[in-house]
């Protein structure tokens, strides 16, 4: 059942990207395509190698695209195309099943939200530097310097940092509700211990 469904994950995820390359000038520039390009990519290692995942990798490629659905449903309009659907959509809700639905052998240290923030701040320091020359449906106002200072900038760098750890730490919360590691390994335990306290017949 996970192979299906991570076949089907990337399946959507390479889709949806290849719509955005053949619709979008310049789709690189995207969040959205960059963190299903990374998606997909990560989930097709995984069917190669037949593993679970690193809890710390697959957490960071899981949290960048739940914020990429949760920002468009809140700040987007419905999706009006397949590409919309499938990279704001499809995927983010598929891969947060699949952190949900899967044993997590290894949950993601308590710190690891604030190692995911290196690609979302990166991303923003990219914006930064490259932001005039961004096509025109990306300089929406949260990217003209101009119009709202970089100071504004900056706390709107930090609000999204803030809305990156809240997603992060609902994702490991989701680890400790979902599943308990070594939860064989001690029923294991308990039995043998079982055994032990068993009081010998006489012969």
């Keep these: 059942m996970r192979t299906l469904w991570r076949i089907l994950l990337v399946a959507a995820a390479l889709t949806g990207v290849a719509l955005a390359l053949v619709e979008l000038r310049d789709p690189w520039v995207t969040f959205t395509v960059q963190s299903n390009t990374v998606l997909a990519a990560y989930y097709l290692w995984l ?5 679970e995942g690193g809890p710390s990798v697959r957490g960071a490629v899981t949290l960048y695209l739940v914020v990429t659905g949760v920002v468009a449903f809140f700040a987007l309009p419905l999706p009006q ?10 995927t983010p809700l598929m891969v947060l099943v699949d952190w949900t639905a899967f044993t997590h ?3 993601p240290g308590w710190a690891d939200p604030f190692k995911w923030l290196a690609f979302p701040l990166g991303y923003a320091v990219l914006v930064l530097l490259t932001a005039p020359d961004l096509p025109v449906r990306m300089a929406r106002r949260h990217l003209r310097l101009t119009e709202i200072g970089f100071f504004d900038y900056v706390l709107a760098g930090l609000g999204f940092s803030a809305v990156f750890l809240t997603a992060g730490y609902a994702l490991i919360a989701l680890t400790h509700i979902s599943t308990t590691p070594g939860k064989g390994a001690q029923k294991g335990r308990n039995n043998h211990a079982g055994k032990d306290d068993r009081i010998p017949r006489s012969p």
């Design 105 to 107: 052998t290894r949950r």
């Design 47 to 51: 069917l190669a190698a037949r593993r």
């Design 81 to 90: 195309s397949a590409r919309n659907l499938l990279l704001h959509g499809v």
